[in-house]
């Protein structure tokens, strides 16, 4: 299931249409922006909530809320300081970086 655009020229899969798989990215691969006076996202992008932050020196892992599921990524330290729990980020994810596989039955 997409729920965001993605470019079918820059992520290639090999799985049928409708054929159930799992996706992978790495955090590094997903970019965060805080919406300022509760902007609507742009198109392509996805509207999320921070669940957790995990400070890692220059980086802070941001754990999300999605539709997609649970999503980490990693944010500078200094951008992470305006998040909290529960605040609203738009969220992009590099789709020429999605990695899928269909899941065992």
């Known amino acids: 299931m997409r729920t965001a655009p993605l470019?079918?020229?820059?992520?290639?899969?090999?799985?049928?249409a409708g054929e159930k798989v799992e996706l992978f990215l790495r955090p590094e691969d997903v970019t965060l922006q805080v919406p300022t006076d509760g902007a609507v996202p742009a198109p392509g992008l996805l509207e999320d909530r921070v669940?957790?932050?995990t400070f890692l020196g220059?980086?802070?892992r941001v754990g999300l809320d999605t539709d997609l599921g649970p999503l980490l990524a990693d944010?500078?330290?200094?951008m992470a300081?305006?998040?909290?729990?529960?605040?609203v980020v738009a969220?992009?994810?590099d789709s020429a970086?999605?990695?899928s596989i269909a899941p065992s039955t």
Not at 75 to 78: D, E, K, L, Q, W
Not at 81 to 87: E, F, K, M, P, Q
């Open 91 to 93: 969220v992009k994810l």
């Open 81 to 87: 300081l305006s998040l909290a729990a529960d605040t």
């Open 58 to 60: 220059p980086v802070t």
């Open 7 to 16: 470019d079918d020229k820059e992520a290639s899969f090999n799985h049928a």
């Open 75 to 78: 944010a500078s330290s200094g």
């Open 97 to 99: 970086s999605l990695s």
């Open 51 to 53: 669940t957790s932050l």
